[in-house]
């Protein structure tokens, strides 16, 4: 559904705000113009590029409705740019053309239609068992008009069978120890899981060993992305698939660890 532009503005505070209106059942949300300092409207215009405009509604819906039903805290609604949608739109330097992916726990949509926003070629599934979100999510993606993503209310688990993709990402879902339980099965061989961490990202990496070789992951790595633009920069646990033989081993079964890229590092705190 394209989204018309009538849209009233006010001020609140000393900040703009944009006023939701109503086109039939569901509430519409025009871009409401991007604030903060010079550098946070430099780096969002960089990242989004001509996609901004979209973004910015995105971000106009999440700091209305998303803070009213409960997706993300009211003091989040001030640094939605630097600390939500800058901070996923990086990953997308770490995902190949045309992917596949789906993201699991998808909540608010954080970091899925963030990607979806920032790289059209991507071909999403928002994977999120709670009736509520996947209601918000649905909006999102009508509201939005993209057409690349796909909304699926369902756990992970239960939905193994069902995808072989690309790339798996997530961001605030669980421990890796169990997020690799989850997001494993989904991927082809040779395919990705992308988890967005915080500090404890080498450590979760270290807990999840057992797991991982399990699973006969090929490789594990941590990464920063989004350098110069989110500070600090963006850290994830990416974790190649294995071939499906070795990814459905027996719970005893002795492997050879994962080997960790050597461009592997710690988050600097």
Known sequence: MAVGAALGEAVIGGVQKALPFHSGTLRVYAA??????????????????????????????????????????PREADRLWERHLINCAVVAEA??????????????????????????DLRITLLEPL?????????????????????????????????????ATAR??????????????????????LALKGERAAAEL???????????????????VGRGMVDPPTTLVRVVAGRPADRSAAAGRRQSAPRRAGRSRKRSS
């Open 206 to 224: 270290d807990e999840a060993a057992p797991v991982l070789q399990r699973f006969g992951v090929r490789e594990t790595e941590l990464l920063q």
């Open 32 to 73: 409401t113009p991007l604030c903060g300092t010079i550098r946070t409207v430099g780096i969002a215009s960089e990242v989004f590029g001509e996609t901004l405009p979209v973004a910015e509604r995105y971000a106009a819906f999440l700091a209305d409705a998303g803070v009213e039903r409960g997706l993300i805290g």
């Open 95 to 120: 995902i190949p053309a045309d992917a596949q992916v789906v993201d699991i726990g998808s909540g608010a949509g954080l970091p899925g239609i963030v990607l979806a926003i920032v790289r059209p």
């Open 172 to 193: 605030a879902v669980a421990p890796l120890e169990r997020l690799a339980k989850w997001a494993l099965p989904l991927l082809r061989p040779g395919g990705e899981l």
């Open 131 to 167: 009736l509520r979100r996947t209601t918000f999510l649905d909006e999102c993606v009508e509201m939005l008009d993209l057409r690349n993503v796909e909304v699926r209310r369902a756990r992970a688990e239960d939905v193994t069978k069902e995808f072989s993709v690309d790339v």
